[in-house]
């Protein structure tokens, strides 16, 4: 049987909207005995600069709480990708699921993530992306659609 997405990506960030996404993926995934590859992306945290102490200079304590809220923003999105995987595992025992927890810029990882591995379908939710954040959302999905050379399906 020849199908046309066998490779699915979805973007997961643990928020209703991607979870909405994440069941389209899988019944899509389902119907086309496609591979299934969820893809959660941390938004780096950027530090702010204080050009009042010099080029770059910011107090050390706060680049550590920095990189401790970068810390405890991956062990959520880890955590969710997790329960999302088991849950589909016991739902769908025969459906082929990977996941894969990064950090960056979700729009830009996402696109490089699917183009690498040849994906035929990104699945996103309208808004979410960004989890915690989700003030970036709506933009996420925007710059996914206009910069990919994918079929992108968005789920409202």
């Keep these: 049987m020849n199908t046309m997405y ?4 979805v973007a997961f960030d643990g928020s209703e909207a991607s979870k909405h996404a994440l069941d389209h993926a899988v019944s899509i995934a389902e119907k086309n005995q ?3 590859h969820i893809v959660s992306v941390v938004p780096r945290v950027m530090m702010p600069v204080f ?3 010099g080029f770059g200079a910011a107090p050390v304590t706060a680049a550590q709480d920095m990189s401790d809220y970068q810390e405890r923003m991956k062990a959520v999105y880890g955590k ?6 088991s ?15 990064m950090e960056g810029r ?4 996402i696109v490089d993530e699917a183009e690498t591995n040849d994906m035929d379908l990104i699945v996103i939710g309208s808004r979410g992306l960004g ?3 989700g003030w970036i959302l709506g933009s996420t999905s925007r710059r996914i659609v206009e910069s990919c050379t994918k079929p992108v399906l968005v789920v409202k």
Excluded: R, W
């Design 131 to 133: 989890g915690i954040t």
């Design 51 to 53: 050009p009042d102490e």
């Design 6 to 9: 066998k490779k699915i990506l």
């Design 87 to 101: 849950d589909i595992k016991n739902h769908y025992p025969d459906l082929k699921v990977e996941t894969t927890l």
């Design 34 to 36: 496609a591979e299934l």
């Design 106 to 109: 979700p729009s830009a990882t």
């Design 80 to 85: 969710s990708l997790e329960e999302a995987e």
